[in-house]
Structure formats: structure tokens, C-alpha cells
């Protein structure tokens, strides 16, 4: 497609499980931005990708929390031992520039309950 | 404490009517960005200021970024049912890439 692609789009899990969530961005996008979005708390920023390397990952709550981009291409959010506050929908987004003027295009996300 | 403070976190409005939402912080910003977001789906760029005191109009919708470019202002003309949505103000701030924070969002419903 032309868009960017997440599966899945929507993920039950049970407390303590690992979870795993892809993005696949628009053919070209070198960077690649995760953020989440939780009930009333807006979006925030996870992690930042351009081309392989993650050069901010500030935004990642905790250690079990990891991601990881492959080829230019896909990326993989891997939350380990899921917790209840991990339950939120994550975004994923892409862009065609490097720095801050290009657009970011924004996937419809993965909703995660962790029950 | 919220880096950028939306209001109103709700609008519920008629069909014709206008409508502000507004985007307010202590911090100065490099540029701001408006998003609608609608169920289910990604956030999808309106608008970006970058210039203090600048208006950007888009069909019925006003965006203003403050001359202090501390702020900003999404007006709405007429509202129409299709203008329903979540819509949020995002600023970038001292990187060099498409680092985005976000304020908590306005749900805006424009009954028939």
C-alpha cells in the first residue's frame, strides 16, 4: 500500500506476556518515529529511527521496552513482560526527510489491552 | 505538567456554528503543527506555522501561530458534521528532526 502499515491493528494479551508490533513505513521514508497514544494523555514520542540507527530513544518508558529497524525498512516494537499501563494504542509514523520540515505519515496503530 | 496545554479538551456544537481551539505554553517553539485524527485512524497533518504572528487559512479552518510563537489558535467557520474529530497541536522544540509533543487533544462533535 501507499501508506505506512501496522499489524497488528489491534493485540489481547495477559499481564507478563511479550508483545510484539510492526511498522512498515512508506518505500523511501528514511526516518521512522514511534509515539503512544493513551486515553487522555495524547501522543508520545517512544523512539526515533533514520535508516537503521536510533538516535533518540528518550521516550521509551522502560527497559522492556525495546525497538528496532531493519533494511530501512520495517520496524519492530517489542514490549517484554506486558504490564496494564502498557495497554494504549501505538502509533507508528514515517517521514521522507531527515530533519523536522517533512510530513509525518502516521499509520492507524496497534490498540494493545493488557489484561 | 503538560508541555503544551489544549482547551477545550471537549466542544460538543451545532451545525453552523464557529468554534475555537486553543494551544497555549510557557516555551518557545521552532514550529507547531495541527492534527485531526478520526477513530481508528493516525493522525493526518492540517497545518505547520513556523513564522510568529503568521495565519495559515485552510477552507474554513484558521490556524494562527502566536507572535511570541508560544501559542496558537485553530478556528473553525461554519462547522460541518464531516469537521468532527479528534483534533491535536503538536510543536517541535530544539531537534533537528520530527520530534513531536503533543497536547492532550480536542474532541470536537458537530451535531446536524
Known amino acids: 500500500g501507499a501508506g505506512v502499515s501496522q499489524s497488528p491493528s489491534n493485540k489481547v494479551t495477559e499481564k507478563g506476556k511479550d508483545v510484539e508490533l510492526r511498522c512498515d513505513p512508506i518505500?523511501?521514508?528514511?526516518?521512522l518515529y514511534w509515539y503512544r497514544q493513551s486515553l487522555g494523555q495524547g501522543l508520545e514520542f517512544l523512539i526515533y529511527?533514520?535508516?537503521?540507527?536510533?538516535?533518540?530513544k528518550s521516550g521509551l518508558p522502560s527497559d522492556r521496552f525495546s525497538a528496532e529497524r531493519t533494511g530501512g525498512s520495517v520496524s519492530t516494537l517489542t514490549i517484554q513482560r506486558t504490564q496494564q499501563e502498557d495497554s494504549a494504542v501505538y502509533l507508528c509514523?514515517?517521514?521522507?526527510?531527515?530533519?523536522?520540515?517533512?510530513?509525518?505519515?502516521f499509520g492507524e496503530g496497534s490498540r494493545l489491552t493488557v489484561l | 505538567t503538560q508541555l503544551l496545554e489544549q482547551s477545550p479538551q471537549f466542544l460538543s456544537i451545532q451545525e453552523g456554528e464557529n468554534l475555537t481551539v486553543y494551544c497555549n505554553s510557557s516555551?518557545?517553539?521552532?514550529?507547531l503543527q495541527w492534527y485531526r485524527q478520526e477513530p481508528g485512524e493516525g493522525p493526518v497533518l492540517l497545518v505547520t506555522?513556523?513564522?510568529?504572528?503568521e495565519v495559515k487559512k485552510l477552507k474554513r479552518l484558521t490556524f494562527q501561530f502566536g507572535d511570541a510563537r508560544k501559542d496558537s489558535s485553530l478556528h473553525i467557520t461554519a462547522a460541518q458534521p464531516g469537521d468532527t474529530g479528534l483534533y491535536l497541536c503538536?510543536?517541535?522544540?530544539?531537534?533537528?528532526?520530527?520530534?513531536?509533543?503533543f497536547g492532550q487533544g480536542t474532541i470536537l462533535t458537530v451535531h446536524p
Open positions: 509514523a514515517s517521514s521522507g526527510s531527515p530533519d523536522n520540515t517533512g510530513e509525518l505519515f
Open positions: 518505500s523511501g521514508h528514511t526516518a
Open positions: 529511527f533514520q535508516g537503521n540507527s536510533a538516535p533518540d
Open positions: 516555551s518557545v517553539f521552532s514550529s
Open positions: 506555522v513556523v513564522t510568529g504572528g
Open positions: 503538536a510543536a517541535l522544540k530544539g531537534t533537528s528532526y520530527g520530534k513531536l509533543t
